[in-house]
C-alpha cells in the first residue's frame, strides 16, 4: 500500500522493436508497454533460467562514457527460488512479493521469471521491469538469453541506478531508449552525464585491491519446485543403490 507523501519508486521496463508502445503514469509508477510482434517466438521460455550477459554488460558500463572509470559488472551466485505462483508476473501483488527478496547489501536483485505481464499495469507484452531507482528489476528468461538480452539487462539495471527513459521509439541510439532490440548505430550507448550519475550511484563500489569500480547482481532463479535433472536423479539413485547394497552385504 502506498501512503500519501511517501516517496515510492517508479517502476519502468522496457522490450523489443516492431512492438506499439503505451506508457502509463501515476504518482507511483511509470511503465512501458509493448506488443510483441511476428519473429519474437525465440524469445518465449518455457521455464525460467539464468542469462547473465556479463562480457556484454561489462561493455555497456565500461564505453567511453565513463572515462577513465568503467565498471565491472560482478555476478554473485546465483540463488534459487521456489515459488510457482511467482514464475508469472501479472498481479501488483505478486510484483511487490518478489521485490520484497531482500538483496545482498549494496548488491542489485535480478529476477528471472518465464513471463513479466505488470509493471503498474497489466499488459502480456511486458518483458521486463525495475524499481526506478532501487535494488530489483527482474527479466524474462527468454527474452534475457537472446540477442538483445544485454540491452534489456543494462536497461533495467539503469532504472535501478536512477536512470529514466530518453527519446522515443524513432531514436534509438540510447540504453535508456523505451524500446530495445531496436536496429539503431548504438541501441548501448550511454552520455556522459547519464554515465556521471550511475558512477554517483552507492551500489557503484570501489576495490580496495586495485581501485577499480564494480557493481554487484545477485541473479535469482524462480521455479516452481526442485527436481533433479534426470543425470542428478540417475547419479542419486545409483549411489542408494549401491549404498543399499553395501549395507545388506554387511548383514550377510
Not at 506488443?35 to 555497456?60: Q, R
Amino acid at each position: 500500500m502506498t501512503q500519501f507523501g511517501v516517496p515510492v519508486p517508479l517502476r519502468a521496463c522496457c522490450s523489443g522493436r516492431g512492438r506499439s508502445i503505451h506508457i502509463w503514469r501515476s504518482h507511483a509508477f511509470a511503465i512501458l508497454v509493448l506488443f510483441f510482434g511476428v519473429g519474437f517466438a525465440d524469445t518465449l521460455a518455457d521455464a525460467a533460467f539464468v542469462s547473465t550477459k556479463e562480457v556484454e554488460m561489462d561493455a555497456i558500463f565500461g564505453q567511453a562514457s565513463f572515462g577513465l572509470n568503467p565498471i565491472d559488472i560482478r555476478y554473485l551466485p546465483t540463488v534459487t527460488y521456489v515459488d510457482p505462483n511467482l514464475l508469472n508476473i501479472n498481479t501488483s501483488a505478486k510484483l511487490s512479493s518478489l521485490f520484497s527478496l531482500a538483496p545482498p547489501p549494496l548488491a542489485h536483485n535480478v529476477y528471472f521469471v518465464d513471463t513479466v505481464d505488470w509493471c503498474s499495469g497489466f499488459n502480456t507484452g511486458i518483458v521486463g521491469c525495475g524499481s526506478l531507482p532501487g535494488n530489483d528489476f527482474v527479466v524474462e528468461s527468454g527474452y534475457a538469453s537472446g540477442s538483445s538480452g544485454a540491452e534489456l539487462l543494462g536497461h533495467e539495471l539503469a532504472h535501478n541506478l536512477a536512470l529514466g527513459h530518453v527519446g522515443n521509439n524513432s531514436s534509438q541510439d540510447n540504453l535508456l531508449n523505451p524500446v530495445v532490440g531496436y536496429p539503431g548505430p548504438n541501441t548501448t550507448a550511454l552520455t556522459v552525464a547519464q554515465a556521471n550519475t550511475i558512477l554517483s550511484r552507492p551500489t557503484v563500489q570501489t576495490d580496495i585491491s586495485n581501485g577499480s569500480l564494480y557493481i554487484e547482481i545477485q541473479p535469482v532463479l524462480i521455479v516452481a519446485s526442485l527436481v533433479p535433472e534426470p543425470s542428478s536423479l540417475a547419479l542419486i539413485l545409483g549411489i542408494f543403490g549401491m549404498s543399499t547394497l553395501g549395507f545388506r552385504r554387511q548383514r550377510a
